[in-house]
């Protein structure tokens, strides 16, 4: 069982997850040398549970859960993202994320490593969120029972225009459950050292928030949409990652750089 300090994600099997409305958003801002847009299935065609511009895989998520359910086993799946290039063209970003499947759905759990490559010397940075479900399973441990449904996906979302800084999306919740909401991780790749940001305050109740990017009208802020599942008001805010939250308009464009680049082992990859 969760701690109470983890109260808004306590597991609720009778909850489902609903989309958020959105505000009109500007398309993804990518680098002139861009590749070809994805066409991986599970990132495009996925209805994302906080309709996020960064999308989890989630009909992969969703189809390996019921897999697993149907046949009433258990299992190991892995997915590999695509790979984010920094604007300099020095590092490359990318996420494994795990589903480890359980008949139950809110018995398994769906995880996930961020790597940084540096692409000159191949050293591999481990990006972790330290956001409330992040450090409990990393106080309790993976493997622990109390972790039991939860949701801990750390995504690459963009670049820095200097590519010396990574903001990447922490997704975490509950499965079968509206409890779910985004953090920010800003990774400082030459310091080695993580800055965690959240929209929200422990008085917001059931309102989630949405990482959409970097603050056109404050670069070095980052920007996220909250609001409360299934209702169409929405309020925008910036967020320092060396101060508090504020509210802004929401003509505010949020910002993206870098290339999104597939590899080989993009995609889905059979365990057991």
């Known amino acids: 069982m969760l701690t109470p300090g983890l109260g808004r994600f306590l597991l609720s099997p009778l909850l489902c997850l609903m989309t958020l409305a959105t505000a009109t958003l500007a398309p993804r801002t990518l680098l002139a040398a861009t ?19 960064y999308p989890a895989p989630w009909a992969w998520i969703t189809e390996t859960q019921a897999t697993y359910a149907a046949k009433k086993q258990s299992g190991l799946q892995y997915y590999r993202t695509p790979a984010l290039l920094s604007p300099d063209g020095r590092y490359a970003a990318y996420s494994r994320i795990e589903v480890r499947a359980q008949p139950n759905s809110w018995e398994s759990k769906v995880l996930s490593v961020l790597f940084l490559e540096n692409l000159a010397t191949g050293e591999l940075q ?108 929405n309020l925008w805010v910036s967020v320092h990652p060396q101060g508090g939250a504020s509210q802004t308009a929401m003509e505010t464009t949020p910002q993206t750089y870098g290339r999104l680049l597939s590899r080989s082992w993009t995609g889905a990859q059979s365990i057991r």
Do not use: C
Request: charged residues 25%; without cysteine; proline residues 7%.
């Open 126 to 233: 481990v990006i972790r969120a330290q956001s409330p479900i992040a450090q409990y399973l990393e106080r309790a441990g993976e493997d622990s029972a109390e972790m039991e449904g939860v949701i801990s996906v750390l995504l690459p979302a963009s670049w820095s225009p200097e590519g010396d800084k990574l903001l990447a999306r922490q997704l975490e919740g509950a499965l079968n459950s509206s409890d779910i909401s985004d953090y920010g991780v800003v990774w400082h790749p030459q310091e080695k050292r993580a800055e965690t940001l959240s929209a929200l305050s422990e008085d917001d109740g059931d309102m989630s928030a949405t990482l959409l990017g970097w603050n056109q009208q404050a670069p070095e802020e980052v920007l996220f949409r909250a609001g409360v599942l299934g209702e169409e008001e």
């Open 35 to 53: 590749v070809a847009p994805l066409t991986d299935p599970a990132l495009t065609e996925s209805a994302d549970p906080l309709d996020s511009p």
